[in-house]
């Protein structure tokens, strides 16, 4: 009976310091690979994906006005009306960081598939369709926190958490003229899976480690719009104006957590099931967000842009439909563009090749100690033309170079990393195309 209580009031205390701050000597555990990752995404659903694919994100994510024909892009469901002939993207991450409180610093490297897409033309520049899966939000962290334990002994306490929030979607464009019409639908999936250990050193107890483990999984379908508006300035160039709006989604999330005793030898000595809603119907609201951007293009040269994202995360509501306090308003700017030498000229790789730049900045979702959590980098990109076996095909590179959080304020973590994006798009005219000769 004494070290039930003791274990449930080191739970209840060591948990709650950890989420009100991250002070204290902490290294990185080891976790699955994730595309992203973030001393942050302890909180809520973990960190937002903003950026699109890989050629997005060497412009800053640059991408609701704007996009190429030769590549994918759902940034905006009305952008799939670029893409003439059937187009077809992945890409994958690497992510490396180097973390640091003021005190204490380590580093982590992570990586591995971020997105698909696929386009199609139903009616050749009029009526489009595209399939696509990428992250919504990534969970990627780990910490190690020494503090006081019962009866004069210590408390080991090891906190970690990964997964993430996936989305599949499914979206039709339509072209009317110089507008263009897009509708998404969105199924998102995935868990997040937090454990949390608990050791007890120098102190008399039966048991050496005990762990709590919570897997929370979502499920839900919801619809998205969006519109882009083509003026043309002259016969090779123009400007391109473009939204999107999500509205706010109830996510059906089932918790299930399990308590859990170790021996010093890791044998389980007890297992027990806290919670499990399943049949309780629990949800987290989602909330809205908006996207405006504008961009110029001179056709087949030059373009630039500019876009702002938009997300009030004083809106959402966990299972037991309360608002989370670590949640403020978030937004994203995006400023960048590519540059193409001479596309006349096709004889020579570089003149052909698609070089990408761009700057971003980010107010984060995330408050600590009531202070915002912004993220800014550069980005650069390049994409390389194949060769003519593999038709009008792309490899496409990207870099960003940045920084999360800071130090001047007590809680706070400063995270400077390096992501590395390589993706491959493949545009084939005789996809979905009928054929008259064998």
């Known amino acids: 009976m004494?070290?039930?209580?003791?274990?449930?009031g080191v739970i209840s205390k060591a948990r709650s310091i950890l989420l009100a701050s991250f002070v204290g000597l902490f290294t990185w555990q080891s976790a699955v690979a994730q595309v992203d990752q973030s001393s942050y995404s302890v909180f809520g659903v973990g960190s937002l994906n903003w950026s699109g694919y890989a050629h997005n994100?060497?412009?800053?994510?640059?991408?609701?006005?704007?996009n190429s024909k030769f590549f994918f892009n759902d940034l905006n469901p009305a952008l799939l009306g670029t893409n003439a002939e059937a187009v077809f993207q992945l890409g994958?991450?690497?992510?490396?960081?180097?973390?640091?409180?003021?005190?204490?610093?380590?580093?982590?490297?992570?990586?591995?598939?971020?997105?698909?897409?696929?386009?199609?033309?139903?009616?050749?520049?009029?009526?489009?369709?595209?399939?696509s899966l990428n992250p919504y939000s990534s969970v990627s962290y780990g910490f190690v926190q020494q503090q006081n334990g019962p009866e004069g002994g210590t408390t080991l306490v090891d906190v970690s958490g990964v997964g993430g929030i996936d989305q599949i979607n499914l979206s039709s464009s339509v072209s009317l003229g110089n507008f263009t019409l897009g509708l998404k639908a969105t199924y998102y999936y995935g868990s997040i899976n937090n454990e949390d250990r608990f050791t007890l050193q120098n102190v008399n107890t039966n048991f050496a480690t005990t762990i709590v483990k919570e897997r929370r999984s979502f499920s839900e379908l919801a619809p998205s719009?969006?519109?882009?508006?083509?003026?043309?300035?002259?016969?090779?160039?123009?400007?391109?104006?473009?939204?999107?709006?999500?509205?706010?989604?109830?996510?059906?999330?089932?918790t299930l957590v399990t308590f859990e005793n170790e021996t010093n030898s890791g044998n389980l000595t007890s297992s027990d099931t806290l919670v499990y809603d399943k049949n309780l119907n629990r949800t987290i609201t989602i909330p809205e967000r908006m996207g405006f951007g504008?961009?110029?293009?001179?056709?087949?040269?030059?373009?630039?842009?500019?876009?702002?994202?938009?997300q009030d995360w004083n809106d959402?509501?966990?299972?037991?439909?309360?608002?989370?306090?670590?949640?403020g308003k978030s937004?994203?700017?995006?400023?960048?563009?590519?540059?193409?030498?001479?596309?006349?000229?096709?004889?020579?790789?570089?003149?052909?090749?698609?070089?990408?730049?761009?700057?971003?900045?980010?107010?984060?979702?995330?408050?600590?100690?009531?202070?915002?959590?912004?993220?800014?980098g550069i980005n650069f990109g390049v994409s390389l033309p194949l060769t003519s076996f593999w038709g009008l095909s792309h490899v496409?590179?990207?870099?960003?170079?940045?920084?999360?959080?800071?130090?001047?304020?007590?809680?706070?973590?400063?995270?400077?990393?390096?992501?590395?994006?390589?993706?491959?798009?493949?545009?084939?005219i005789t996809w979905f195309t009928k054929q008259r000769f064998n």
């Open 225 to 254: 719009v969006g519109l882009l508006y083509d003026l043309r300035i002259s016969d090779n160039s123009g400007i391109h104006i473009g939204a999107y709006y999500n509205p706010a989604v109830d996510i059906k999330q089932t």
């Open 2 to 8: 004494l070290e039930s209580t003791v274990i449930r």
């Open 294 to 310: 504008i961009s110029y293009e001179k056709f087949r040269k030059l373009t630039i842009g500019l876009d702002v994202q938009l």
């Open 57 to 66: 994100a060497a412009m800053g994510g640059l991408g609701i006005s704007n």
């Open 331 to 376: 937004m994203r700017v995006a400023f960048g563009g590519e540059f193409i030498p001479n596309f006349d000229q096709p004889s020579k790789l570089l003149n052909v090749s698609s070089f990408r730049f761009g700057f971003h900045y980010e107010k984060t979702p995330f408050l600590v100690n009531n202070e915002s959590v912004n993220d800014v």
């Open 396 to 428: 496409n590179f990207g870099a960003t170079l940045g920084q999360r959080g800071n130090i001047s304020t007590v809680g706070l973590i400063r995270e400077n990393y390096v992501t590395l994006n390589l993706g491959f798009s493949l545009q084939d």
């Open 92 to 131: 994958t991450a690497l992510d490396y960081r180097s973390i640091t409180n003021g005190q204490s610093s380590y580093s982590t490297m992570t990586g591995g598939f971020k997105d698909f897409g696929l386009s199609m033309p139903l009616i050749y520049n009029r009526w489009n369709v595209g399939l």
């Open 316 to 327: 959402y509501r966990n299972r037991d439909g309360l608002a989370e306090s670590y949640y």
